[in-house]
Every structure is written in structure tokens, then in C-alpha cells.
């Protein structure tokens, strides 16, 4: 994936139920998200409107970096959505949005070559990769049943059950921080991989690394999200413990 997209809608479950002095965390957390999200969303409209000299698209730049690496059993399609781009590892498709697939643009080839180097991580079972889609199970059962067992704990004073419901959102964070490397080590493959094939002068790999890093950026601001989240639990388990 080009940008994470938070866990707001499941981690942030029980939200609207507690609005006690720690909802701070979950603000913060939320206005880091939405502060790196906008920052990707600039910086991708800044280079897509700067055309790539080899005048290849997105898709053109994709078969040539994924050729290049050995690479001819991953198929390139379209997908609707805005910053939508992602490798599906179980169907070996990469997947670009419409300003992607087919535009001529420094922040299309970047994005496209983000999503090559998912691509090569899968082919080379890259080792945080492989630990990441390990931890898919346990990282969805965990963002969503964390809340509810942890409210359970909290309004029964239950502490065995507020203490799994920090468990279980640990396993949520934990994907979280193991997804960091993977999608930095992708933009970093990426740009080396623009070089190499020559899709990219040396100049316009700037811009692709503005767009890489402010993408990086929003996955960053979701594991702090996700930590402050954490921390809250802890403040509030913690409260009504002292409080008993
Ligand atoms: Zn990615």
C-alpha cells in the first residue's frame, strides 16, 4: 500500500464512549493522521503534475522495473479510488489508481515502483513481509475485540479483562510497527529501482522521494495514533485500579 489509511474506523472503536481528560491521546493521534494524510495528498499533486522525461506511464514504468527483476507472473490493473494503489500478494496483481496507471508523471512512476518493490519483497519472501502477513489474523481479531472486552473489564471491574483487551490492542499496534519497515524498505527499492531501469533521471528521483517519504509519513502517524491509543487504555485501566 502506498499510505496507510489508520485504523480510525476499528481501532478507534468506544471512541464516543469516554470523554475523559485521555481522549487527548486519541485527538492527537487522530490530528497526526490527518496532518500526514493531507501532506501525502499535496505532495502527490505537486509531482503528478510534473511529467517524467522518459514519458512513460505508470503501468509502462511497472512491466519495465518488474521485467527487469525477473518478474512475469504479477499482472498490472487498474483499481478505482484515489492513492487506491497496493500489491495483492494473494493474486499477485499490482493495482493502480487511475492516476497512476496511466499518467506520464514523476508521482505516478513513484507510486507505481512503491508498489513493484511489495512486488519483489513477495517474490524474495522479504522476512518482515512474511512476519506481517502472519500477524494479519491477530492484528484484525485484536483491533476488534480489544475495545469491547476492555470495556467489559472496565465497567465490571474485571481487571483480568482490561488487561486482555491491552493484550489484544497490543497485537494491532504490533502489525502496525512491523508494517513500517516493509513499506519503507518498498520506497527505498523503489527509487533504486527507477535508476537502474532508467525510468527516472537522477533529478526527478527527488520528487519521487518527497512523494515516497510524506506516503511513509502517514504510517508514522498511524502507529503513533495507535500507541497513544494504547497509552490511554493503560491511563484508564490504570485509573480504575486506583480507584478500587
Ligand atoms: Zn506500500
Given at each position: 500500500m502506498l499510505l496507510s489509511y489508520g485504523y480510525y474506523g476499528r481501532m478507534g472503536y468506544g471512541m464516543g464512549m469516554f470523554f475523559d481528560p485521555t481522549m487527548i491521546f486519541v485527538l492527537i493521534g487522530l490530528v497526526l493522521s490527518l496532518m500526514a494524510s493531507g501532506m501525502v495528498k499535496s505532495t502527490f499533486a505537486k509531482y503528478s503534475r510534473v511529467r517524467s522525461m522518459s514519458g512513460l506511464t505508470g503501468a509502462q514504468a511497472a512491466e519495465r522495473i518488474l521485467h527487469r527483476a525477473g518478474i512475469y507472473d504479477v499482472s498490472i490493473a487498474r483499481v478505482s479510488g484515489h492513492l487506491t494503489d497496493h500489491y495483492d500478494p494473494r493474486t499477485k496483481t499490482l493495482r493502480l489508481s487511475e492516476a497512476t496507471y496511466?499518467?506520464?508523471?514523476?508521482?505516478?512512476?513513484?507510486?507505481?515502483?512503491?508498489?513493484?518493490?511489495?512486488?519483489?519483497?513477495?517474490?524474495?519472501?522479504?522476512?518482515?513481509?512474511?512476519?506481517?502477513?502472519?500477524?494479519?489474523p491477530a492484528a484484525n481479531l485484536g483491533s476488534s475485540l480489544a475495545w469491547p472486552i476492555f470495556l467489559i473489564g472496565l465497567i465490571a471491574s474485571l481487571p483480568a479483562l482490561t488487561t486482555a483487551g491491552i493484550l489484544l490492542f497490543g497485537l494491532a499496534v504490533l502489525f502496525q510497527l512491523v508494517t513500517l519497515p516493509v513499506e519503507i524498505n518498498a520506497s527505498r527499492r523503489a527509487v533504486g529501482l527507477l535508476e537502474s531501469t532508467g525510468v527516472l533521471g537522477h533529478?526527478?528521483?527527488?520528487?519521487?522521494?518527497?512523494?515516497?517519504?510524506?506516503?511513509?509519513?502517514?504510517?508514522?502517524?498511524?502507529?503513533?495514533?495507535?500507541?497513544?491509543?494504547?497509552?490511554?487504555?493503560l491511563v484508564l485501566a490504570g485509573g480504575r485500579r486506583s480507584n478500587d
Amino acid at each position: 500500500m502506498l499510505l496507510s489509511y489508520g485504523y480510525y474506523g476499528r481501532m478507534g472503536y468506544g471512541m464516543g464512549m469516554f470523554f475523559d481528560p485521555t481522549m487527548i491521546f486519541v485527538l492527537i493521534g487522530l490530528v497526526l493522521s490527518l496532518m500526514a494524510s493531507g501532506m501525502v495528498k499535496s505532495t502527490f499533486a505537486k509531482y503528478s503534475r510534473v511529467r517524467s522525461m522518459s514519458g512513460l506511464t505508470g503501468a509502462q514504468a511497472a512491466e519495465r522495473i518488474l521485467h527487469r527483476a525477473g518478474i512475469y507472473d504479477v499482472s498490472i490493473a487498474r483499481v478505482s479510488g484515489h492513492l487506491t494503489d497496493h500489491y495483492d500478494p494473494r493474486t499477485k496483481t499490482l493495482r493502480l489508481s487511475e492516476a497512476t496507471y496511466g499518467a506520464a508523471s514523476v508521482a505516478a512512476v513513484g507510486v507505481a515502483a512503491h508498489e513493484c518493490g511489495h512486488a519483489i519483497q513477495h517474490q524474495q519472501r522479504y522476512a518482515p513481509l512474511v512476519l506481517r502477513s502472519t500477524l494479519v489474523p491477530a492484528a484484525n481479531l485484536g483491533s476488534s475485540l480489544a475495545w469491547p472486552i476492555f470495556l467489559i473489564g472496565l465497567i465490571a471491574s474485571l481487571p483480568a479483562l482490561t488487561t486482555a483487551g491491552i493484550l489484544l490492542f497490543g497485537l494491532a499496534v504490533l502489525f502496525q510497527l512491523v508494517t513500517l519497515p516493509v513499506e519503507i524498505n518498498a520506497s527505498r527499492r523503489a527509487v533504486g529501482l527507477l535508476e537502474s531501469t532508467g525510468v527516472l533521471g537522477h533529478t526527478e528521483n527527488k520528487g519521487v522521494k518527497k512523494v515516497l517519504t510524506a506516503a511513509a509519513l502517514t504510517y508514522v502517524a498511524s502507529l503513533a495514533a495507535s500507541i497513544l491509543q494504547l497509552v490511554r487504555l493503560l491511563v484508564l485501566a490504570g485509573g480504575r485500579r486506583s480507584n478500587d
